[in-house]
């Protein structure tokens, strides 16, 4: 088997990994700030969330006392942007309204698409039936992203993934998902960092979309014990992660310690 190039870039997952809503994961500032920020490699964070807008995402980071930049920050908001400024269409937009600030500029009068984020407040039988309404006569469903379920402070929460299924099993379709674990995602990701997959990798408490998306991709995955972490969720991917560490200070000490 051949040697892995030396690493290059890491990729951090947010929501579940730095933080779960607005408290820090214990350790996390330090560890990025200290640690990861003195070490070789291009650091980029890459989430799914699209309760916010990268600006608002940005202010909340910073509040906790992440040290971030917003050119570092890569969301699956900004990857449906751009899918939907390349088909040219005006999306139906089932998204939390303070996400709209990154859709700023695309039409939406006479929709013609449909875009499925986490939208609690939208996902009700009216709101449901004008999508099915939609793609029944011909417009695309874009799914920003398919999770199950995602952690609050109060416990798991259903994610957009059952409701875009109910979409597809009721219209007989499938969703073009351009968020994790999508391939073209992770490589979105890395351009203009001048690294190949094979010199990255994921730290992320998603053991599908985060690890084995990124593993899928060609990347290492480590999975961390936070977040939406539930015992066992190292074996639902194949192959396995890389590593699976207790949270991100401890995945951060291995990267420094073993693989630079």
Do not use: W
Not at 79 to 99: F, I, S
Not at 102 to 111: E, K, L, M, R, Y
Not at 183 to 189: D, I, N, R
Not at 246 to 251: G, H, M, V, Y
């Amino acid at each position: 088997m051949a040697a892995r190039r030396a690493l290059k870039a890491v990729l951090v997952d947010l929501s579940g990994t730095l933080h779960i809503e607005d408290s820090a994961v214990p350790g996390a500032q330090e560890a990025l700030k200290r640690q990861l920020r003195s070490a070789p490699v291009t650091i980029r964070f890459v989430t799914n969330t699209t309760k916010e807008c990268k600006r608002d995402l940005l202010e909340r980071l910073t509040k906790l006392g992440f040290d971030i930049a917003e050119n570092e920050i890569f969301t699956s908001l900004t990857a449906a942007r751009n899918l939907l400024e390349q088909k040219q269409v005006r999306p139906l937009l089932l998204v939390d309204d303070k996400a709209l600030p990154d859709f700023t500029g695309i039409a939406t009068d006479d929709p013609n698409a449909v875009v499925v984020g986490l939208a609690p407040e939208h996902f009700h039988y009216e709101m449901m039936n004008r999508a099915f309404r939609l793609i029944l006569d011909g417009a695309p469903l874009i799914a920003i992203h398919k999770a199950r379920y995602f952690k609050k402070k109060d416990g798991l929460a259903l994610g957009p993934g059952p409701f875009v299924t109910g979409l597809e099993y009721a219209t007989d379709t499938k969703a073009t998902v351009v968020g994790k674990p999508e391939k073209t995602f992770f490589l979105e990701a890395l351009r203009g960092t001048d690294c190949a997959p094979e010199e990255a990798i994921m730290i992320g408490d998603d053991c599908r979309d985060d690890v084995g998306g990124a593993q899928n991709a060609g990347m290492r995955g480590i999975l961390v014990r936070t977040g939406k972490y539930r015992p066992a969720d190292e074996d639902k991917i194949n192959p396995a992660p890389y590593l699976t560490c207790e949270n991100f200070p401890e995945a951060v000490e291995h990267i420094l310690e073993r693989l630079l």
